[in-house]
């Protein structure tokens, strides 16, 4: 019996990266006070759900590039001082989130490459 790879599709990482580059624009012309920084999920959800269990690391690189685009927006584009501890809140709990999905992603793809061994009783 021969086994097939499971391989993502190039496709879906262009397509992830071009949406946090998307949204690092779209981050960087709001205001502030507006948690943009939350839209970075996205980007991981989608390679951390259509990637196979076995490329975890491409969700780890997904949502490292999203955390530099959030630190840089907070450290390199800020230029306003008034609102400046709204928008470094905002942006710590968009980190923080993004990386509690990685978290759940990476555990759920470790129980998906576990053998079943349930299956393998038999049915009563």
Known sequence: MKHSRLRTSPLLVVFAFLLSAVIFL?????????????????????????????????????????????????????????????????HFLAVGGLWSMVLLSLIRKRMEQRPQWIDLLPRL
């Not at 779209?26 to 839209?39: E, F, H, R, S, Y």
């Not at 800020?78 to 928008?87: A, E, H, I």
């Open 26 to 90: 779209l981050d960087l012309q709001a205001p502030a006070d507006i948690a943009t920084g939350v839209l970075y999920v996205a980007p991981v959800a989608l390679v951390a759900m259509w990637s196979p269990p076995t490329h975890a690391s491409l969700v780890v690189i997904v949502a490292a590039a999203c955390t530099v685009l959030t630190l840089a927006r907070v450290l390199v584009f800020s230029s306003d001082t008034v609102s400046s501890w709204l928008m470094l809140s905002n």
